[in-house]
């Protein structure tokens, strides 16, 4: 897969938002189980835990699908970006049936840890898009012939 670079050669700041929700996510998801196992005991913990890694997975595995398809053919890149999101839909609602059945998972925590986690994944892509570096004007010629 070849990285989205803009014509000039300028790296998007897409890998800078990536690389910042994983590293929040890592410093997160221990915290919000901690928090969870003060709250609900160790069945909360373990169900929270759960939640976070769903979330987590969710938004990796969405970003990796869309990087690919954007690196395709530019005239599917948002019908390929609705397939991508649409099969993470489908998965996400496999997931909760399957766990709707577990007998350990704690529901509150399972939710309240997927809602936190979601927002510290957003705001991780914030951030990460805010640092990374953004081609202002990528077809101008510079003096020195540089772009």
């Given amino acids: 897969m070849r990285t989205i670079q803009?014509?000039?050669g300028a790296r998007s700041p897409v890998r800078s938002m990536l690389l910042?929700?994983?590293?929040l996510s890592a410093a997160s998801v221990p915290v919000?189980?901690?928090?969870?196992?003060?709250?609900?005991?160790q069945t909360g913990a373990l169900s929270a835990l759960v939640g976070a890694l769903v979330v987590v997975g969710f938004f990796v595995v969405g970003?990796?699908?869309?990087?690919a398809v954007v690196a395709g053919e530019p005239g599917l890149s948002i019908a390929g970006a609705f397939v991508v999101y649409f099969g993470q839909l489908i998965t996400?609602?496999?997931?909760f049936l399957v766990l709707r059945r577990a007998g350990w998972l704690d529901g509150r925590a399972f939710a309240a840890a997927a809602?936190?986690?979601t927002l510290v994944w957003q705001v991780g892509q914030v951030v990460g898009f805010r640092r990374g570096r953004h081609e202002i004007y990528p077809d101008v010629t510079l003096p020195s012939g540089r772009s």
């Avoid at 910042?20 to 590293?23: A, D, M």
């Avoid at 919000?32 to 005991?41: D, E, N, S, T």
């Avoid at 970003?63 to 990087?67: I, Q, T």
């Avoid at 996400?92 to 997931?95: C, S």
């Fill in 63 to 67: 970003h990796f699908g869309v990087r």
């Fill in 92 to 95: 996400l609602v496999a997931v």
């Fill in 115 to 117: 809602i936190l986690q």
């Fill in 6 to 8: 803009s014509r000039s």
């Fill in 20 to 23: 910042t929700s994983l590293v």
């Fill in 32 to 41: 919000i189980a901690l928090v969870a196992w003060l709250w609900r005991g």
